[in-house]
Every structure is written in structure tokens, then in C-alpha cells.
T-cell receptor, first 115, second 114 residues
Framework: GDSVTQMEGPVTLSEEACLTINCTYTATGYPSLFWYVQYPGEGLQLLLKATKADDKGSNKGFEATYRKETTSFHLEKGSVQVSDSAVYFCALSEGIKAAGNKLTFGGGTRVLVKP | DSGVTQTPKHLITATGQRVTLRCSPRSGDLSVYWYQQSLDQGLQFLIQYYNGEERAKGNILERFSAQQFPDLHSELNLSSLELGDSALYFC?????????????FGPGTRLTVL
């Protein structure tokens, strides 16, 4: 079955540092890939998505490129802020008929940005 | 604000009891999904409805059931509750059921079983 593996946290950074969260996936078809962010005490918010190979998703300074050859979708930001402190989830939607278009999530990576 | 509403925000109950969680999707969305978030299992898909019909089932226990009503709101019923059912339950909605469709999540219902 499909699965998502992302680096374990917590990741602790200083403000203005670069952030990279690695995400790799296993899927039998051609999934869509997503990054969601969960701020403390809140639900999940879509950060960005990519629906086909070599697509780059971007939002709020975050970027991720759908790499089919390496089955990866790493999240990057060049300069983080304290407000970026959250848990980040990588997810895929494969669309196998029996599974609908459910999201399969990675374990989440907690990021803490210190001033 | 995603436009997806969930009630109640918090629920505290005892083992063996039954509870109902409610979700209203974004205006115009026909698909509703339920997910469970727990410390040991992470985020897991439970079930999906599209326009009133069950479309896909995930790791949903037999003690749990759900439905989507004609007005498209959905309810998740949890019965014979056990301590291990304590978790955050999220509802999400999307326009349809394409793998490219974005799922928008509600704020969640935190269930505590004592």
C-alpha cells in the first residue's frame, strides 16, 4: 500500500535560518502530493500541493517539488520566522478506487523557531 | 478559517458510552472525510462520503459508523467507547473525489474517554 515517510523532529532553528523537511513516498500509481501545517491547538491547513511530476508547489515562502524519480517531495523555506513554528505533515492522495481519494499522512515533523 | 465546522470542540465521556460528532462541510463541497489523530497512530483516514453515499473506508472500527445527510452535513457515531478511542477527530471536505482535490480540514473534536 501507499505510505509516506518524513523526517522525525523536533527540528529547532533560529529565526532566518533555512528549513528543509524531507519527505519520501511509496505509491503504485501517480499520486498527488501535499504539505499540510498544524499550528498549536488548530486543525490542518493546506500549505502547498503538486499534482504531477516536476510540479513545484509554493506558498508563504515555502516550496516543494514533486520528484518522481526519487519519490520525494521535500519542503524548503529559505528564511524561517517564529510564526513558522508548527507541525508539518507530508501527505499523498493516490485515488485507488477502493481507497477513494483518502490522504495518507507521514508522521509529522515538529518545527520550533527561536528568536 | 477553512469553512469546515465541527461540533463539539471538546467531548469528555466515560468508557462504554456513545457519542456523536458533527461536521458541516464548506459550501459547495460534496465530499466529507473523517480522520483520527492520536499520538500512537498518527493521522489515519476513517471514512469518506460523497453526496450522501459512502465512497471509501479506511481503518474504521466496527463500533464506529458515519453518515452524510441530504444537506451534506455528516455525523460520526462512536459507541462502546474505550480508553484508546481518546483522540482528535477531524472532518475534512472537498469539492469532489479527484486525487487533485484539496481537502479542507475543520478545527477538530477532541474526545477524551475516562
Amino acid at each position: 500500500g501507499d505510505s509516506v515517510t518524513q523526517m522525525e523532529g523536533p527540528v529547532t532553528l533560529s529565526e532566518e535560518a533555512c528549513l528543509t523537511i524531507n519527505c519520501t513516498y511509496t505509491a503504485t500509481g501517480y499520486p498527488s502530493l501535499f504539505w499540510y501545517v498544524q499550528y498549536p491547538g488548530e486543525g490542518l491547513q493546506l500549505l502547498l500541493k503538486a499534482t504531477k511530476a516536476d510540479d513545484k508547489g509554493s506558498n508563504k515562502g515555502f516550496e516543494a517539488t514533486y520528484r518522481k524519480e526519487t519519490t520525494s517531495f521535500h519542503l524548503e523555506k529559505g528564511s524561517v520566522q517564529v510564526s513558522d513554528s508548527a507541525v508539518y505533515f507530508c501527505a499523498l492522495s493516490e485515488g485507488i478506487k477502493a481507497a477513494g481519494n483518502k490522504l495518507t499522512f507521514g508522521g509529522g515533523t515538529r518545527v520550533l523557531v527561536k528568536p | 478559517d477553512s469553512g469546515v465546522t465541527q461540533t463539539p470542540k471538546h467531548l469528555i465521556t466515560a468508557t462504554g458510552q456513545r457519542v456523536t460528532l458533527r461536521c458541516s462541510p464548506r459550501s459547495g463541497d460534496l465530499s466529507v472525510y473523517w480522520y483520527q489523530q492520536s499520538l500512537d497512530q498518527g493521522l489515519q483516514f476513517l471514512i469518506q462520503y460523497y453526496n450522501g453515499e459512502e465512497r471509501a473506508k479506511g481503518n474504521i472500527l466496527e463500533r464506529f459508523s458515519a453518515q452524510q445527510f441530504p444537506d451534506l452535513h455528516s455525523e460520526l457515531n462512536l459507541s462502546s467507547l474505550e480508553l484508546g478511542d481518546s483522540a482528535l477527530y477531524f472532518c475534512a471536505s472537498s469539492v469532489a473525489f479527484q486525487i487533485t482535490d484539496t481537502q479542507y480540514f475543520g478545527p477538530g473534536t477532541r474526545l477524551t474517554v475516562l
